[in-house]
Antibody, heavy 121, light 108 residues
C-alpha cells in the first residue's frame, strides 16, 4: 500500500525558514517523480515543485521566486522541501504527491494527508 | 505559464448529471486530469488523460475533451459526490504543472 506521510509543518515568523519532509513507502520510491502541492486556507490547489526520480530534473512554480528548494534522498525514501524567506501568503497545507508512471504521468495518483505551515508573527 | 479556468460552483439534484468544465489554451496539446477533494481530505485522482478512469473510481465519472475545454461528467450524482473538483494539466513544455481554480459541486 502506497503511503506518503508529511512532517515538519508548524508556526514560523515571517522571514523564517522551515524544512518539510515526506516519508514514502509501499512503492519503489526512486522510480517515481514527486511533487509538492499547497493549499491556502479556504483556497484551491497550487502546484509548488516537481522532482524526477533521479533528482536530475527539478521545476518550480514561478511564484516562488527561488525561495523554495525541493530535494530527495532515495536511500531514505524521503522527499524534502526547504522553504526560506517565508511570507504570510505561504501559509497553507503542503501536500506531498506521487506522480503516476507512463500514461498516468503527470497526474498525481497518490497524496499524503498534508502538513500545515503557518507564517505569522 | 498557462492558466486553467473552472466555474466556481455547480449545483445538481441527486440522480441528475453534473458537468464541470475546465478551459485553457494548452488543453488541445496537453492532457487534463481531474481530482476530487472532500472537506478535510487530500485530493483523489478521478480522471487521467482527459477520459481515462483509474481503478476504483465509479463508472459514473467520465471525462471528455473538445478544443480548449475539457469536461468532467458525473452521471447519476450521489450525495457523496459533493466535493471540490480540480482540473490539472501542464504548460506546453510539459514541465510546469498547473491546477484550475476548483469547482464546488453541491448536491441539492
Amino acid at each position: 500500500e502506497v503511503q506518503l506521510v508529511e512532517s515538519g509543518g508548524g508556526l514560523v515568523k515571517p522571514g523564517g525558514s522551515l524544512r518539510l519532509s515526506c516519508a514514502a513507502s509501499g512503492f519503489m520510491f526512486s522510480s517515481y517523480s514527486m511533487n509538492w502541492v499547497r493549499q491556502a486556507p479556504g483556497k484551491g490547489l497550487e502546484w509548488v515543485s516537481f522532482i524526477s526520480g533521479s533528482g536530475n530534473y527539478i521545476y518550480y512554480a514561478d511564484s516562488l521566486k527561488g525561495r523554495f528548494t525541493i530535494s530527495r534522498d532515495n536511500a531514505k525514501n524521503s522527499l524534502y522541501l526547504q522553504m526560506n524567506s517565508l511570507r504570510a501568503e505561504d501559509t497553507a497545507v503542503y501536500y506531498c504527491a506521487k506522480e503516476g508512471f507512463g500514461e498516468l504521468s503527470p497526474s498525481l495518483d497518490y497524496w499524503g494527508q498534508g502538513t500545515l505551515v503557518t507564517v505569522s508573527s | 505559464s498557462s492558466e486553467l479556468t473552472q466555474p466556481p460552483s455547480v449545483s445538481v439534484s441527486p440522480g441528475q448529471t453534473a458537468r464541470i468544465t475546465c478551459s485553457g489554451d494548452t488543453l488541445p496539446k496537453q492532457f487534463a486530469y481531474w481530482y476530487q477533494q472532500r472537506p478535510g481530505q487530500a485530493p483523489v485522482l478521478v480522471i487521467y488523460k482527459d477520459t481515462e478512469r483509474p481503478s476504483g473510481i465509479p463508472e459514473r465519472f467520465s471525462g471528455s475533451s473538445s478544443g480548449t475545454t475539457v469536461t468532467l461528467t458525473i452521471s447519476g450524482v450521489q450525495a457523496e459526490d459533493g466535493a471540490d473538483y480540480y482540473c490539472q494539466s501542464t504548460d506546453t513544455s510539459g514541465k510546469y504543472r498547473v491546477f484550475g481554480g476548483g469547482t464546488k459541486l453541491t448536491v441539492l
